[in-house]
Antibody, heavy 120, light 107 residues
């Protein structure tokens, strides 16, 4: 059974960098694309970006200037860095497998999510 | 970016009711449309991909249809465990985008 687990600080100060890691178990990170998605409290879902094991990335243009997603195949992990955060970046951050099959793609499974609050 | 609009944003229904949620894309996305269910405090769960294919393990009372710009998610007979928020998501192009969600509440 594939499982994803997010980890990282739950509180980040404004203007600093948010850093999260997603650890994948039950599947090789070298087999798929992997995405970060966030959800502000009480609001909808926003896709942040994805990474392939080769290091190829694709970011949401709305966040592109502040986002870096990286992968560590030796640890079966991928990571998110979001710089210059503000209160608007407060959200539950999810990692998910970006499954591609027969030309289609979807997010499954998802990690449980981790709440990151931006506050001084 | 492709905009995805869901309606209604919320609805009240009773156990046993047939429920339909619609999703409209701002341009044709052929069948690149997925549906997710999210319960409070939990991560979204994939229900349907490629507009109409039921994810393994998802009850058959859920179904999806549509192509081009207009899509529907139907729950044929609402069960107590189906009260949740439902999201559609287009996978035709990046950035991937989600609908605003439909909250299904108990009447």
């Amino acid at each position: 059974q594939v499982q994803l687990q997010e980890s990282g600080p739950g509180l980040v100060k404004p203007s600093e960098t948010l850093s999260l890691t997603c650890t994948v178990s039950g599947d090789s990170i070298s087999s798929h694309y992997w995405s970060w998605i966030r959800q502000p409290p009480g609001k909808g879902l926003e896709w942040i970006g994805y990474i392939y094991y080769s290091g190829s990335t694709n970011y949401n243009p709305s966040l592109k200037s502040r986002v870096t997603i990286s992968v560590d195949t030796s640890k079966n992990q991928f990571s998110l860095k979001l710089s210059s955060v503000t209160a608007a970046d407060t959200a539950v951050y999810y990692c998910a497998r970006d499954t591609y099959t027969y030309g289609q793609n979807w997010f499954d499974p998802w990690g449980q999510g981790t709440l990151v609050t931006v506050s001084s | 970016d492709i905009q995805v609009t869901q309606s209604p944003s919320s609805l009240s229904a009773s156990v046993g009711d047939r429920v339909t949620i619609t999703c409209r894309a701002s341009q044709s996305i052929t069948n690149y449309l997925n549906w997710y269910q999210q319960k409070p405090g939990k991560a979204p769960k994939l229900l349907i991909y490629a507009a109409s294919i039921l994810q393994s393990g998802v009850p058959s009372r859920f179904s999806g249809s549509g192509s081009g710009t207009d899509f529907t998610l139907t729950i044929s007979s609402l069960q107590p465990e189906d009260f949740a928020t439902y999201y559609c998501q287009q996978s035709y192009s990046t950035p991937r985008t989600f609908g605003g969600g439909t909250k299904v509440e108990i009447k």
